[in-house]
């Protein structure tokens, strides 16, 4: 290893340290040791810190501890004759160096320079992070380019952007050469920065790469299980799954050594455009940890194989990049040389299957004036007409792939496209004229994409072009049938009338235990698959994550609930489900992974459900905003109460279908109601209650849960009429739909001469009479729990103001109860209906893995010690649980025997046992001899007080 990266390395990691003290005692003097500290809107504390070492930075103070860890990791400098080439050194003071520098962009969002200024953004917030984080889990983007420092020219830096924007790579940027920033350079030539286009400036300073690795932590934690303070799992997911390394470029400093030294923890390494000692053998990086003096034309190919990162991408034959990253990008009106729709012309889109003769793969054909025989600025009509074909092709699957064009077009830098069907709008830049681009380019990346995404169902595709008035209106007369006749067969498409639903399991790489079940009326969570896609996706990989299930038989029309989906859901959560309900939230709904775009929860004090998108940042009704809402609920959890979804499910005729549909609606962020308007609306006069989208509260009316509720009442919201919400719970509705599953009654009766089969009518518990016993009950407890309340209230006035007690025998009288209408008996009282019972289903829980079996002791014939030996374990049940497995060795008694007795022993024991505790082989004898133990258990009560051994 070179002598001058680790000397380098830990001078700019001791500058670093010195740096971060500095400006955190100016961040003290300023606001106090007590002052909050966080990167906004995030809820990892400092990342890199808090997954390195577990600790929770909150405060300013806590940062004292956090510069304490970074000088303990500072190694020494190499001596000048004899030094030891260890790695491990350089690796620590990267560390150190992180910690510092995540210290002073801490301080910077208290003290200033704001880290968010311009075109720099600081660190991404929760809802970035789950967003964009995602695609690092599903292989969307294979990874991250760290870059620091500066181009030689603009032209270099556009340049290389645009490579790594190809490999659908993100582009992180942080630190400068000389003054000068990549991301200035890219801003400079017009190049559209932010997270849109995956080219993020971080911050000018090299510090701002603490943003960067940040990023990483947070992925490995919220997405790969990675506890905090394990930095060697860090290491591990990052180096495995983060396909990121650093690109460096200028002069190398002793502070990018430094944070060189530091991404080199996890795995990342560093390539440089300038003549700088390298680290050639492999070690902590999967091959080299620092190339250096590599050529600008070559330097992405050579990062992308130092760091083993495998990009497959299809290279799509246009005159301008293509990518993923492009499909945020904007054209205005000033930049467009030529556009199409927008209610300016007539455009449409429109995918057609044919037979696998009818048409020459690769055809494009264009009908009408191309764009270089216009004027710049002019609106053309625009007809793109796509026939496919293929062996397996469907019928069912021609709106799939004309929903795909908008994202094959929008990968175009140069195109920018939006809408579906006859909605179109799409323009073309004038730079991506000048670079070559014309009509026949749609063309291009239409076949070839389609080709390349679905090679198991399209085997040749025609592209026609049309810009011809006469043309597109003719033809877009057929396509508007064919679009009328598949809204009518999506239309009647229901859960009902098909057999099969389709599976997506593409979130369990970082939610275990979830499992997506996509029916003709619930799309997938994440909004990007419906019930076709689904079927689509499996023509396409058989053996994927979309897989037919078959619903089998139906235990509840209401709930939504079919024995084959239980079956396929059981085993696919690796048997940590064992149910869920399609259509309620109430009663066991469907796990939520992470991925999804909105959040529905109860909201108790409005006997109705609020709604919260992604993008809304803001508070919501019940005191938890998206991002700690996703955490608690995200992950792969059944949680009632609330539930992931995609968008449009909330148009959906099932949606809250058990607990009375949209009337249950209540509360969701304004943007979200006009976005979904014209639907809900739709969905509103279906449902008879026309008037309902003003009647649901937004973040402009309230966001506290009493306040929505007086809105509701002055606008006399449906919801307020309807029944508890609670009752919906799965205590109510478990019996009626675990019925067919439940062993007969007669096999656990509680008193055997009393069969339930000579259960009378009298005796059976109808749903007013359930009703009329839970009014009983809550009575009794509500007028006990008043009295207790009271009583500890007095009792805690007496104890404050009086100094004493509340004496026993001191009466608390309750006010008078507000009359409550008496309801008509439907039956003999509740304590009559009880005593009637005789018998009851016991629940079973069985064991597919018994308890292993274990033999303590060996006698002497066996080599032992032993007169008897004992033989425990191998049940199927809990113990004495005949009628759930086998219990075939009873349970031993054994006793505890002490070295030591502390205060905290129990003082009835210590009065049974006396001095036998003071003697361990004396109580040992007495616990076989005096008591017939059959076991033995030691305590040492000099372990240390955090022992689970100490008493």
Known sequence: MSKLICSSAIDGAVAWVAQAEAKLAEAIAAKGEAAPVAFPNTAYYLPIVYSFTGLKVT??????????????LLPERPAEHVWLPYLGNALDAGVAALFACEAIEACKTLIGPDPVNGIWLGAANDVIMRERGIEFVDGTAPGFAAITGAAPTNAIAVKIAKQLQEKNLYVFMGGCTDGKQFAEQLAEEGVQLGWETRLVPFGSDVSALVYALGFANRAALSFGGVEPGDFRANLRYNQNR?????????????????????????????????????????????YEHVVSNVPHDSMVEKALEVRGCKVKVTKVPVPVAYGPAFAGERIRKADVQVEFGGNKTSAFEFVTSVGIDEINDGEIEIIGPDIEAVEVGTALPLAIWVEVAGRKMQADFEPILERQIHHMVNGAEGIWHMGQRDIVWTRVSKAGFAAGLRLRHYGEILHAKMLADYPAIVDKVKVTLITDPDEVERRQTVARKIYDERNRRLATMTDDNVDTFYSCLLCQSFAPDHVCIITPERLGLCGAYNWLDGKAAFEIDETGPNQPVVKGECLDERRGIWQGINDYVYVNSHKSVKSFCAYSIMDRPMTSCGCFEVICAYVPECNGVMVVNREFQGDTPIGMTFSTLAGNVGGGQQTPGFMGCGKVF???????????????????????????AADLKACFADEGVPDLMEAIADETVATEALEVRVHMERVQHPALAMDDMASYAESAAAPATETAAAPPAAETPVTPEVQPDTETDDMRLTPDMLAQLKAEVTKDLKEQLTRDVVREIIGSLSRTFLGGELPASVPVELPPPEPEPEPEPVGPPAAERIAAIRAFTVPKETSETPVWTVRLGATKEEGGTRTVTHTIGGATAMPFHFWEGQMPHRPLVAMEVFDAVSDRFPPVLKGIYGDLLADPAAMAKACVEQYGAEGRIPRRATAPSSSPWTW
């Open 59 to 72: 405060t300013l103070g806590d940062l004292r501890e956090v510069l304490h860890q970074a000088k303990e």
């Open 242 to 286: 983060i396909f990121a390394f650093v690109l460096a470029f200028g002069e190398v400093t002793p502070a990018k050594y430094a944070a060189a030294a530091g991404a080199i923890n996890y795995g990342f390494p560093v390539i440089a455009d300038t003549d700088i000692p390298e680290i050639l053998p492999t070690g902590i990086c999967t």
């Open 650 to 676: 909330l148009t959906s005729r099932k949606f809250l279908f058990t607990e009375g549909g949209h009337r249950r609606l209540v509360w969701m962020p304004k943007e979200l109601k006009e976005l979904l």
